[in-house]
């Protein structure tokens, strides 16, 4: 079985930093990137940043500058390392693996169970 599981969350004073860590575990097959991803109260989840298998790396234009993502392939974890945080960064932030399954055609999502970052001005 697959599982994701988030850590690393926690309060923080504006300026500050936090680094995150998602530990996956149980086989994935056809894995197309690790991704972080975030939800506000009442707001959409959105994309933080992603990872594909090559070290490309896409980051949301909010968090560009400030945020790091990063895999350790060997310890099968992603990172997400947060610097300059600001209030507005305040979320739950998600673990997500993407896979494809060549037999059906379709996108499948892994996801952990969410860490909370609070980040106080």
């Known amino acids: 079985q697959v599982r994701l599981v988030e850590s690393g969350g926690g309060l923080v004073q504006a300026g500050g930093s936090l680094r995150l860590s998602c530990v996956t575990s149980?086989?994935?097959?056809?894995?197309?990137?690790m991704g972080w991803y975030r939800q506000a109260p009442g707001k959409q989840r959105e994309l933080v940043a992603n990872?594909?298998?090559?070290?490309?790396?896409t980051y949301a234009d909010s968090v560009k500058g400030r945020f790091t993502i990063s895999r350790d392939n060997a310890k099968k974890t992603t990172y997400l390392q947060m610097n300059s945080l600001k209030p507005e960064d305040t979320a739950v932030y998600y673990c997500?693996?993407?896979?494809?399954?060549?037999?059906?055609?379709?996108?499948?999502?892994?996801w952990g169970q969410g860490t909370q970052v609070t980040v106080s001005s």
């Open positions: 990872i594909f298998s090559g070290g490309s790396t």
């Open positions: 997500n693996a993407r896979t494809w399954n060549v037999n059906v055609r379709i996108w499948n999502d892994y």
């Open positions: 149980g086989f994935i097959s056809n894995l197309n990137d």
